[in-house]
């Protein structure tokens, strides 16, 4: 079989162009440091790259939404903290007011600085973070989640946001907090029933907040305490309003002040100097009361002027400072909560950096080109087309008449 000059010569050009394209690869992959930078370099390590990226956009992504949430808990938490010491000033001057020696101007100055801390309250609990949103609107719906409606036919402070609190995940964390469950959900009294005195008292009668005895007796049923007095003896007798029976045991007992009296699984300590005539109401609780008609109610038994102001004042601020008590409680659970939650977002920030790197580092693995060997095979490569150049150069000179002369 013959070859002639020209197909070798063909060949011989064919060979130049490939080393000529592989030199100019490798020249663009020293230049990039990229060795696969189409699938078909290698398509195994394209996909597996293609993942990485893929994983470590999602992780980028996750990062970002973590970051927003931990801004906006941390703006929370600043808030509660604020809130916290504005109810423990409400405490302080609730203590303060429970002076007997207080005089009406002096009550009514305390009356305007719980106004102003109850004003203060209400900005806080309606706060915003730096996007905007609310911070204590729980799972949204109301731009401004706490509207005060006090006021002659006003209903207090009402909860316009919805109730709530959006779960954390593996990768995001809440960024409101539910400011129902924080502010609106106080209990009255001391949680099971609570103690009043009517406005027609003309005694000064007043009672502790009482307490629980025995769960399993609790009636649920309204109960009256009643003076009389009989044959020049202060007497009292709890009646159960809800079915109009006395009380076995504390029908027209004799009054003894500071003395413990027990009944259905509840107790309490009367205190004062009754009148007859005078009674002390129990009944049971049935709702919630919120921090903020907690500190009105008190700004409202302040200003009271009817008979018997003393003991009215003297009940109200004690019922007043174990509510506030139970909200500051409610605020500090929550400050604590949304700490965890801080704490969690720094751990959670920690595992996608770490998830970052680890991917960063395989898709460098698996498309970034080895500079060392690059350079070399780049050298060797220039080397070989630079005398490949040069031999076809010689061969092409040679001739049957170079070869006779």
């Known amino acids: 079989m013959r070859i002639s000059t020209a197909n070798s010569y063909d060949n011989t050009i064919a060979l130049l162009t490939k080393r000529q394209a592989?030199?100019?690869?490798?020249?663009?992959?020293?230049?990039?440091?990229?060795?696969?930078?189409?699938?078909?370099?290698?398509?195994?390590?394209a996909t597996l790259a293609e993942t990485a990226a893929n994983r470590l956009a999602r992780t980028t992504a996750d990062l970002r939404a973590?970051?927003?949430?931990?801004?906006?808990?941390?703006?929370?938490?600043?808030?509660?903290?604020?809130?916290?010491?504005?109810?423990?000033?409400?405490?302080?001057?609730?203590?303060?007011?429970?002076?007997?020696?207080?005089?009406?101007?002096?009550?009514?100055?305390?009356?305007?600085?719980?106004?102003?801390?109850?004003?203060?309250?209400?900005?806080?609990?309606?706060?915003?973070?730096?996007?905007?949103?609310?911070?204590?609107?729980?799972?949204?719906?109301?731009?401004?989640?706490?509207?005060?409606?006090?006021?002659?036919?006003?209903?207090?402070?009402?909860?316009?946001?919805?109730?709530?609190?959006?779960?954390?995940?593996?990768?995001?964390?809440?960024?409101?907090?539910?400011?129902?469950?924080?502010?609106?959900?106080?209990?009255?009294?001391?949680?099971?029933?609570?103690?009043?005195?009517?406005?027609?008292?003309?005694?000064?009668?007043?009672?502790?907040?009482?307490?629980?005895?025995?769960?399993?007796?609790?009636t649920g049923d309204d109960y009256d305490i009643t003076f009389a007095e009989v044959a020049g003896v202060m007497q009292y007798t709890v009646t159960n309003v809800s079915t109009g029976t006395p009380v076995a045991g504390h029908v027209g007992q004799p009054f003894v002040a500071n003395r413990t009296i027990e009944f259905d699984g509840m107790s309490l300590e009367m205190r004062g100097v009754p009148a007859a005539g005078d009674s002390v109401e129990l009944r049971p609780v049935t709702a919630p009361t919120d921090i903020f008609s907690v500190v009105q109610s008190a700004v409202d038994a302040l200003r009271y002027n009817g008979p018997n102001e003393?003991?009215?004042?003297?009940?109200?601020?004690?019922?007043?400072?174990?509510?506030?008590?139970?909200?500051?409680?409610?605020?500090?659970?929550a400050r604590g909560r949304a700490g965890e939650w801080l704490n969690r977002a720094d751990s959670l920030n920690s595992q996608m950096e770490n998830r970052s790197v680890d991917l960063k580092t395989e898709q460098s693995r698996l498309e970034d080109l080895d500079m060392i060997k690059g350079l070399s095979d780049l050298e060797m490569q220039r080397v070989g087309f630079e005398a490949a150049i040069q031999s076809y150069a010689q061969v092409q000179r040679l001739s049957l008449f170079n070869a006779i002369s």
């Open 66 to 218: 973590l970051e927003a949430s931990r801004t906006s808990l941390q703006q929370a938490e600043s808030g509660l903290a604020e809130s916290g010491d504005l109810i423990q000033k409400v405490r302080d001057l609730l203590v303060t007011a429970g002076n007997a020696t207080f005089t009406d101007a002096e009550r009514e100055d305390v009356a305007k600085q719980l106004e102003g801390l109850r004003e203060q309250l209400i900005a806080v609990a309606n706060r915003k973070d730096n996007a905007g949103r609310t911070l204590y609107g729980g799972l949204g719906g109301a731009s401004v989640p706490f509207v005060d409606l006090y006021g002659p036919s006003g209903n207090g402070v009402q909860f316009e946001g919805q109730r709530g609190q959006a779960a954390a995940g593996n990768s995001a964390l809440p960024q409101a907090l539910d400011g129902d469950a924080i502010w609106m959900r106080v209990p009255q009294g001391n949680g099971s029933f609570t103690l009043t005195l009517p406005n027609t008292n003309t005694g000064n009668v007043h009672t502790t907040m009482g307490e629980v005895t025995d769960v399993a007796l609790l």
């Open 310 to 333: 003393s003991a009215h004042h003297t009940q109200a601020m004690a019922r007043a400072i174990t509510e506030v008590d139970a909200g500051h409680d409610r605020v500090l659970a």
């Open 22 to 45: 592989e030199l100019a690869a490798q020249q663009e992959r020293v230049t990039t440091g990229k060795r696969v930078m189409k699938a078909s370099d290698d398509p195994v390590a």
